[in-house]
């Protein structure tokens, strides 16, 4: 039998990583994966193939309504090839992942194909079809991701009432797409079929779209896809999901009990995920799970039982790549006998849609329930000439900072490339940096990450320059 210091159970962001970090401290390492692919939800039906189809589908709609604007004409019609752009995210996926074998291969990582259950707290059987077998472990990371999850009165035939694994490879673009849930996927794959010309309605509970971020965020992002032709009913419960040949209807009840039913051709369900621990076996090994089908841990998110711990989607917190990539690092560094730290609070939180939306810290609404005092500077985005130069004027950045020390609390933006520009923020709260300090930075001309600076002088003293 094959021993092991650590075997990790899930190849997704949270179980490679890990992995890949348990090898260079040394360890004598094996990664087990259900799927004959690497990379978990992440990237092969999750972050990487919807940014994939978000870029494609940008370009369609640049084609098709911005390039006359920048003096580009192209003769004749643009036509849309939607089998191509399927098979190039495909192609992306497969690079990606492939990606992840090579890396395992150089960090000497064993990896098992195969469903892996615990037989006891130091034992993993792996099946594969009808081969299995049994490895040692004297310490395992249970690195086992998430599902999508439903409602109860719905049958997901993922033919044409759907996730968004179904939602990624499609062989037709929707006619009437109806989502369920205003959240992140929603909006994501909402925008990519909106774009590709289907007519997008979207059903969401909450009185507000991207409920868990800043509410100047969600009204900005509700603003700007109205604008572009997605079609919002916000505080709708859905209570019924139906379908007939190639019809679905969607009935909602709104607020005061009226009633509506959505007739489209595909419903996308995406109200939330939920953590995946079908066939672990965790029982076996005396591992906790707690009733919201969660891998208990503690603070160093180690389980119950000493020598196992568990990563990512499938414990407590944010459903994102890159907390669990956090995750499988600190873990590796807990077993090799360091003393790292994450800070939950400075995960950032980014919508891939355009304009993007990206958060770190506190909002606004967690501000004033803590009865924080605080200071806002906002910067919008329209105020900037790289904006104009581009023509992405929709969106602002805001900063939160303590009223009396100037701490940067939290930072907010919505607009074009801010996925990428919310890591200065990041990176200032990592240095519990002022407002002013910010500030008092030099900022490149033109780009769009001046509108950090101008929001970070506007919370400084109302002194933004160019507003
Ligand atoms: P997963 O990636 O889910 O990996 C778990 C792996 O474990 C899977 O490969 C599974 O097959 C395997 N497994 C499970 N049980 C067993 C078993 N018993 N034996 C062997 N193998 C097993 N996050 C972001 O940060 N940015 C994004 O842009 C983003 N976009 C997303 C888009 C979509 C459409 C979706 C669905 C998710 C997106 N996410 C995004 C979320 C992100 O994918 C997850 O947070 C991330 O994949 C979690 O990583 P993980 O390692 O915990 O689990
Ligand atoms: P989500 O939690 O982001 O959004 C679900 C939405 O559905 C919420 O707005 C919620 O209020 C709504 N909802 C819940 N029940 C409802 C009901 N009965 N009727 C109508 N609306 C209802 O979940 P998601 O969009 O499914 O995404 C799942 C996870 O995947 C998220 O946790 C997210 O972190 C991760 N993800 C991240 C990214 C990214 O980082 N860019 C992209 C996609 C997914």
């Known amino acids: 039998m094959s021993k092991y210091d650590v075997a990790i159970i899930g190849s997704g962001p949270g179980g490679y990583v890990a992995a890949i970090r348990c090898a260079q401290l040394g360890m004598k390492t094996a990664i087990i994966e259900k799927y004959n692919v690497l990379g978990g939800t992440c990237l092969n039906v999750g972050c990487i193939p919807s940014k994939a189809l978000l870029d494609s589908s940008h370009h369609y709609e640049d084609a098709m309504k911005h390039f006359e604007e920048h003096g580009i004409e192209i003769p004749g019609e643009i036509k849309l090839n939607f089998k191509k752009m399927i098979e190039r995210k495909t192609s992306v996926v497969d690079q990606t992942t492939k990606g992840i074998a090579f890396l395992m291969d150089k960090n000497k990582i064993d990896v098992f194909t195969g469903m892996g259950a615990f037989k006891d707290a130091t034992h993993i059987e792996i099946t594969n079809g009808k081969k299995t077998e049994t490895i040692e472990a004297k310490n395992t990371i249970i690195a086992t991701g998430s ?7 719905i049958k997901l035939d993922k033919d044409r009432i759907i996730t968004s694994t179904e939602a990624l490879s499609l062989k037709e673009i929707p006619k009437h797409l109806v989502v369920i849930g205003g959240g992140v996927i929603g909006l994501e794959l909402g925008q990519v079929y909106h774009r590709l010309g289907s007519e997008v309605s979207v ?22 896809m109205k604008k572009q032709g997605v079609k919002f009913y916000l505080s709708h419960k859905v209570s019924a999901v139906s379908k007939k040949g190639k019809e679905v209807s969607v009935t ?21 995920r939920k953590p995946y621990t079908d066939g672990l076996k965790a029982e ?10 969660m891998i208990d841990v503690n603070d160093h998110l180690q389980t119950n039982i000493k020598n196992i711990y568990a990563i990512g989607d499938v414990v407590r917190g944010a459903m994102l790549a890159h907390k669990a990539s956090e995750e499988g690092v600190l873990v590796a560094e807990i077993i090799a006998g360091q003393k790292p730290h994450i800070d939950y609070n400075l995960i950032p939180g980014v919508v891939y849609t355009w304009p993007e939306v990206a958060s770190v810290g506190k909002t606004e609404e967690q501000l004033k329930e803590a009865k924080v005092e605080y200071k806002i500077g906002q910067f919008p985005m329209r105020a900037l000439g790289r904006s104009r130069a581009s023509g992405d004027t929709d969106g602002f950045v805001k900063i939160l900072s303590d009223k009396k020390t100037d701490e940067v609390l939290g930072v907010h933006m919505v607009g074009a490339r801010v996925a990428d520009l919310i890591a200065e923020a990041v ?25 950090v600076k101008e929001a970070a002088l506007a919370a400084t003293d109302d002194r933004a320059l160019h507003i």
């Open 147 to 153: 599902k999508p999850s439903t409602l109860p009165f």
């Open 203 to 224: 059903v969401e509970y909450m009185d507000r779209i991207i409920p868990t971020m800043d509410s100047a965020q969600s009204k900005e992002l509700l603003k700007v």
């Open 252 to 272: 909602a009840t709104d607020k005061n009990d009226k009633e509506i039913t959505f007739k489209g051709d595909y419903c996308l369900v995406s109200v939330g």
């Open 284 to 293: 076996n090994a005396g591992v906790k799970i707690t009733e919201r089908g």
């Open 427 to 451: 990176v200032a709260m990592e240095y519990r940096a002022s407002a002013e300090d910010i500030a008092r930075m030099s900022h490149a001309h033109p780009t769009y990450a001046e509108a």
